[in-house]
């Protein structure tokens, strides 16, 4: 049983929207990163988050931002959706010992 | 910082044969090493690891070997079934499982 969970799983939104990612955990991890996975399969990291109010931007520029106020809560906010921000988004944790566990994703359409 | 290349990007193989993925890394630091699968609409799940001291690892039909001296590691599948289809990746990291650097993918296909 996956023990983060993301919502929502499908997201269909118009261009110039807001939006926000939900990704929560039970585990008490410290450690939290945000994924896009591109069509083609590759996993670009975008943020992490090594603690509460620690968070750092990842490898691939993006223009959305992440907050982490509690342990167990990511969120990755859009603050205004394009159609090049359609992908998949995975939210994953870790205690730094075990590799990350992942959740199921967000899939994101930008119209 | 570290890079991994994996190869193949995609794999088909017969039901019942074994399928190999490698990886190489460029970090001699680098001191953990897991594998994901992952399947259709789910995210990535972790299969199986190694870490830096230990050469090989098994469990049931999946292993894993690691080659420090040439900084590559592989998955090895024996008798595939149609589950064991999905995409897989390797990841490496000198943080422990803190900073995982990941592989591009491959696609593993097993035909009937």
């Known amino acids: 049983e996956a023990d983060i969970y993301q919502t929502p799983r499908y997201l269909v939104i118009g261009t110039g929207k807001k939006i926000t990612l939900e990704c929560s955990q039970t585990?008490?991890?410290?450690?939290m990163y945000w994924y896009q996975q591109d069509p083609g399969m590759e996993l670009h990291l975008i943020h992490y988050s090594y603690g509460v109010n620690s968070t750092e931007k990842g490898d691939l520029s993006s223009e959305s931002t992440v907050s982490r106020i509690r342990t167990e809560h990511f969120p990755l906010t859009l603050e205004s959706a394009r159609p090049s921000h359609t992908s998949q988004y995975l939210c994953?944790?870790?205690?730094?010992?075990?590799?990350?566990?992942f959740g199921s994703g967000t899939r994101l359409t930008v119209v | 910082g570290e890079n991994v290349e994996q190869h193949p990007s995609t794999l088909s193989v017969q039901e019942g044969d074994s399928a190999v993925i490698k990886c190489t890394y460029s970090?001699?630091?680098?001191?953990?090493f897991p594998w994901y699968k992952q399947e259709l609409g789910k995210g990535p799940q972790l299969i199986i690891d190694i870490r830096s001291n230990v050469g090989e690892k098994k469990d049931q039909r999946i292993a894993v070997t690691l080659n420090k001296t040439a900084k590559h590691f592989s998955l090895h599948i024996t008798e595939t079934q149609p589950e064991d289809s999905a995409v897989y990746f390797c990841a490496a990291s000198h943080e422990g499982a803190q900073k995982l650097v990941f592989g591009q993918g491959t696609r593993l296909t097993i035909n009937p």
């Open positions: 970090d001699s630091a680098s001191n953990y």
């Open positions: 994953a944790s870790t205690d730094s010992y075990y590799g990350y566990t």
């Open positions: 585990m008490g991890h410290d450690k």
